[in-house]
Structures are given as structure tokens and as C-alpha cells.
């Protein structure tokens, strides 16, 4: 499963590239709003620091300005992929932008439906929210398997990209369930390297090799 960070801070992206683990990144109004940074030239900026995908998303609702927002965005740099609303105007517009070669990311999903339709209107990514699921007591992890059932019985090519994630377990459910990306927050993304035994452990071992004396360079 590819990993990719979910927001627009530049500092938290920064850290997360240098594990070498991360494949990709998200955004969306909000965390642009909560950057404080200009749209164009915070996406840019993201999209120098790595050659893998970066979704921006458009604002508008209208379908006719959603597709000339997406090319906007799609010139910014050569690895944008164009966040759309999953609506019938955002779907509308990703079939535009999909015949252009453009890249697209349907945000927003919250059936299995919504994500056949995205898939049929040649989406590159689906991403289904399973946090904002869960919030409301429904399961959002069973809508991963759903559309992954869905997905793999008709051949679809749309990736999967866990959005909403506001845990360890949810990325590791992801990851079993059959996503094919997840969307971390940072917060979340360092919190999974880490394990009190692992640090209890290492701590032994130092401890232990140090009393020995040795030297191994
Ligand atoms: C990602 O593409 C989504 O915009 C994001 O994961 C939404 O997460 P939230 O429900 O925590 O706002």
C-alpha cells in the first residue's frame, strides 16, 4: 500500500519525505485554509519536493469551471493529480480531464456507488472517507472492502486511497482491507513507527552492548 501525507504544511511534509517511505500527498480546502499560504504557490511548492502525485482540488461546484480550475491546477506542475467532489458536475469533469491526460483524485466518497461511478468516469484515485464515516457510528473500513469487492469484479483500475484516517489501526485495516493508498495525517504517520516495546527493548540492547566493550566499526 502507497502512503501519502495529508496535509499542505510544507515543515510536516519535509520531515515525513526524509524516511523515504512517502509516495505521495494530499490536500484539500481545508488544510490549504489552515496553511495560511497561497493555493498556487504552496501546491507548487509541495510539488518540487517530490516526483510522486499531489492532489489539489478544485473549488468551484460548477462543471464548466471545474474543468478549467483542473487544467489550471494540471499546469502547475507535472505531478498534480486534480481533486474533484464526487457530484455529477465533479464527475462530469473528471471524464474531461481524464480525456486530457489529466490525473484526477474523485474526493468525497462515501458508498460504494459513489465509487463505481468515479471509477466508470475514469478516476485515477476514489477516496472514501472512513473517519468521517465512523464519526457517525457506521463502519467506514467495510466501505474500503466494499469497493474493493466491487472494483476487483469489474476489472476496475481506480485506486483506492483511504482518506479520513485518524489512526494507527485505521491505516493497518486499510492496508489488510485492500486499499491500494492511504492518506496520513502527519500526526498519525509518525505515531506508526513507533512501539513501547521497541523502544524498551533497544534501550536493553544499547545498555547490553555497551557492558560488553565492543566496537563494531
Ligand atoms: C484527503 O484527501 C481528505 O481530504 C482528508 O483525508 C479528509 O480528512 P478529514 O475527514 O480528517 O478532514
Given at each position: 500500500?502507497?502512503?501519502?501525507?495529508?496535509?499542505?504544511?510544507?515543515?510536516e511534509?519535509?520531515?515525513?519525505?526524509?524516511?523515504?517511505?512517502?509516495?505521495?500527498?494530499?490536500?484539500?480546502?481545508?488544510?490549504?485554509?489552515?496553511?495560511?499560504?497561497?493555493?498556487?504557490?504552496?501546491?507548487?511548492?509541495?510539488?518540487?519536493m517530490?516526483?510522486?502525485?499531489?492532489?489539489?482540488?478544485?473549488?468551484?461546484?460548477?462543471?464548466?469551471?471545474m474543468?478549467?480550475?483542473?487544467?489550471?491546477?494540471?499546469?502547475?506542475?507535472s505531478?498534480?493529480?486534480?481533486?474533484?467532489?464526487?457530484?455529477?458536475?465533479?464527475?462530469?469533469?473528471?471524464?474531461?480531464?481524464?480525456?486530457?491526460?489529466?490525473?484526477?483524485?474523485?474526493?468525497?466518497?462515501?458508498?460504494?456507488?459513489?465509487?463505481?461511478?468515479?471509477?466508470?468516469?475514469?478516476?485515477?484515485?476514489?477516496?472514501?472517507?472512513?473517519?468521517?464515516?465512523d464519526?457517525?457510528?457506521?463502519?467506514?473500513?467495510?466501505?474500503?472492502?466494499?469497493?474493493?469487492?466491487?472494483?476487483?469484479?469489474?476489472?476496475?483500475?481506480?485506486?483506492?486511497?483511504?482518506?479520513?484516517?485518524?489512526?494507527?489501526?485505521?491505516v493497518?485495516?486499510?492496508?489488510?482491507?485492500?486499499?491500494?493508498?492511504?492518506?496520513?495525517?502527519?500526526?498519525?504517520?509518525?505515531?506508526?513507527?513507533?512501539?513501547?516495546?521497541?523502544?524498551?527493548?533497544?534501550?536493553?540492547?544499547?545498555?547490553?552492548?555497551?557492558?560488553?566493550?565492543?566496537?563494531?566499526?
Amino acid at each position: 500500500m502507497k502512503i501519502f501525507i495529508d496535509t499542505a504544511d510544507t515543515a510536516e511534509l519535509e520531515a515525513a519525505f526524509a524516511t523515504g517511505l512517502v509516495d505521495g500527498v494530499t490536500t484539500n480546502p481545508s488544510l490549504i485554509a489552515k496553511s495560511g499560504r497561497d493555493f498556487k504557490e504552496v501546491t507548487k511548492e509541495i510539488c518540487s519536493m517530490t516526483d510522486g502525485p499531489v492532489s489539489a482540488e478544485v473549488a468551484s461546484t460548477d462543471y464548466k469551471i471545474m474543468v478549467k480550475e483542473g487544467r489550471v491546477l494540471a499546469d502547475l506542475a507535472s505531478n498534480v493529480v486534480v481533486k474533484l467532489p464526487l457530484t455529477v458536475d465533479g464527475l462530469k469533469a473528471c471524464q474531461d480531464l481524464t480525456e486530457d491526460g489529466i490525473n484526477t483524485n474523485v474526493t468525497l466518497c462515501f458508498t460504494a456507488n459513489q465509487a463505481w461511478l468515479a471509477a466508470k468516469a475514469g478516476a485515477t484515485y476514489i477516496s472514501p472517507f472512513i473517519g468521517r464515516l465512523d464519526d457517525l457510528g457506521m463502519d467506514g473500513m467495510e466501505l474500503i472492502g466494499d469497493i474493493r469487492a466491487l472494483y476487483d469484479a469489474h476489472g476496475y483500475e481506480t485506486e483506492i486511497l483511504a482518506a479520513s484516517i485518524r489512526s494507527t489501526a485505521h491505516v493497518q485495516d486499510a492496508a489488510i482491507t485492500g486499499a491500494d493508498v492511504a492518506t496520513i495525517p502527519p500526526k498519525v504517520f509518525n505515531q506508526l513507527f513507533g512501539h513501547p516495546l521497541t523502544e524498551k527493548g533497544l534501550d536493553a540492547f544499547v545498555k547490553d552492548w555497551a557492558s560488553t566493550g565492543q566496537s563494531i566499526l
